[in-house]
């Protein structure tokens, strides 16, 4: 039996026994059917909940600080990204959110696409960053920061102040509220960094170098507090550390780029022992 008589033997049942309209109610029901389906297989690839980064280029002038940089990072994970100075980390924090427009590329958070020069609004989409050197208002108060952000994303003053009491007390902050930032010790610049970001009540939150400059034991604290964030706040994490060792402990997936290429990408253990990035990052670390 050939292909289309195998085909209408099949369907002959369901014409010969109806009539017009029986069959209308048959088509647009195995319609529905098959929208039904087919939406949910679209849902399932999209992946509702990852920030996507689909082969980013940056170039600046002659410069290829990225060059096709692509990865996912699921809802609730913490995702290192690492590389040696110089390996486009920041730059890529910059495109994620919205600071810096790539060459070619996107960036797509919940399956869809975000603007890629305008950070207001990407942070208002739900991607917040901290800036390498701190970078808070430097003229407000530690409170007035932290409400500033909430309110930014359209919370009412009195959620903008629940968020300062809530946040700024689990960081440990609350007895520098009225303490204006730029008079803050180095590590509670950073601590308000990363609450100023969890203020605009992010998906995913990226944190580039949160630990750099503190004392082993200011670092383990901090990170103790970024490792709970996931589960407190419901969000995703990005973190650029150069210390290998906070990197291994805390991070579920690893991308390493050198030059602005990705290397490697995998669970610390096994970047570890890939020997590209041994030579490339920790190679270098170690000589
Ligand atoms: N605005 C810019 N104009 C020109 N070159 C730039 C600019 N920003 C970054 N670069 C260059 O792009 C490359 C990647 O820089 P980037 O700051 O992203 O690296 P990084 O991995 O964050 O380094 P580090 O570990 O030192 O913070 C470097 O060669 C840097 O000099
Ligand atoms: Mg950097």
Known sequence: MNDSAERSELSAPIWEFSDDSSTRAIVAYARGLISMVSSTLAEASSSPDELICDAVTVRFGGLTALDSVSFRIRGGEIFGLIGPNGAGKTTLTNVLSGFQKPSAGSVHL???????????IVARRGIARTFQGGRVFPSLTVAENVEASALSVGASRNEARSSVEELCNWIGLTARLKTTASSLPYTDQRRLGIVRGLALKPKFLLLDEPAAGM????????????????????????????????????CERVHVLDFGKTIAEGTPAEMQSHPEVLSAYLGKEDG
């Open 110 to 120: 919940c399956g869809e696409r975000i603007p890629d020069d305008q950070p207001h």
């Open 215 to 250: 004392s082993d034991g200011e670092a383990a604290d901090l990170v103790e507090s970024i490792t709970k964030i996931p589960a407190l706040f419901g969000c995703g994490i990005m973190l650029i550390e150069h210390n290998m060792q906070i990197i291994m402990n805390v």
